[in-house]
């Protein structure tokens, strides 16, 4: 059951994860106050749509179906590229979620850094875009067609994920690799696209990830779960250590069951 919920974290999540300055060259941008979080995000995941709306008086309001409802209203302060959360009236969890922020006209993404909890982690983590995505699709259709720039296949697969479009959003990162290899975080997005019916080219993907950059707590963290599934328990559960290590924390209470074993023999 553990192993079924991260793994449906993952999947929600659009597998976003923070790379190098390397990676956010082309069109990423830290949250300013010029480059706002403010106004609704949304996502279409495998648990139906979510949307989040930032205010501009610090309360995000989220929207569990993107039906006009509100059904949690959580406190975020912003700090140049991080967001913390803080649910004041404790309606999905004690403490602070904090993240990593990459901002770009067509969506924005959050990277865990420090969140105990896992429900927040699975709500919040993943690529996001504006309502208007499908004029942001058409107008970088537009643009592809016209002259196909990596930067482009690289922000219309980011916004296939976020609207649940997994196999086109892959299609689009083989496409932006082939003229960028060393680019770790796109790695591992193509990784998230590849679950459940490729696992080995999940555990290729992080392992170039990882080889690029050996600080990917998110490459172990896909990895351990591709692992996992494909049998080789024990080296599943090493990846999770050292994404635990890295500062996946939540972890440790996730995986321990099915882990505890080998976490023993160290």
């Known amino acids: 059951m553990k192993n079924k919920l991260f793994l449906l974290i993952a999947l929600l999540a659009g597998i976003t994860f923070a790379g190098n300055a390397h990676t956010e ?3 990423q941008s830290t949250a300013t106050p010029e480059n706002s979080l403010i106004g609704k995000w949304v996502r279409i995941g495998q648990a139906g749509p979510v949307a989040f709306e930032f205010k501009a008086n610090g309360m995000v309001e989220g929207d569990f179906g993107n039906d006009q409802t509100v059904d949690v209203v959580t406190g975020y ?5 991080t ?9 999905m969890c004690q403490g602070y979620g904090l993240y990593k922020v990459f901002q770009t006209e067509y969506y924005v993404s959050f990277d865990l850094i420090e969140d105990e909890c896992g429900g927040r982690i699975s709500t919040t983590m993943g690529f996001w875009t504006r309502p208007e995505f499908k004029d942001f699709l058409k107008t970088l259709d537009d643009e592809i067609s016209k002259s196909p720039k ?7 697969a980011r916004i296939l994920l976020a609207t649940g479009m997994v196999k086109q959003a892959k299609d689009d990162f083989d496409h932006y690799l082939l003229t960028d290899t ?5 790695y591992v997005n193509r990784a ?3 679950f459940p019916n490729d696992l080995k080219g999940v555990v290729s993907d992080c392992d170039k990830a990882i080889s690029l950059d050996p600080t990917q707590k998110n490459a172990y963290f896909l990895r351990g779960l591709a692992r996992y599934e494909l049998g080789e328990k024990e080296q599943g559960c090493e990846d999770f250590s050292k994404a635990i290590e890295l500062g996946f924390s939540v972890l440790r209470i996730a995986e321990e069951e099915k882990c505890i074993e080998y976490w023993e023999k160290k």
């Open 25 to 27: 060259r082309n069109n």
């Open 77 to 81: 302060e912003l700090s140049g590229d």
């Open 83 to 91: 967001v913390k959360f803080i649910d004041k009236e404790w309606q």
């Open 150 to 156: 990596p930067e482009n296949y690289l922000a219309r």
């Open 182 to 186: 060393l680019d770790a975080r796109v």
């Open 192 to 194: 998230g696209t590849r």
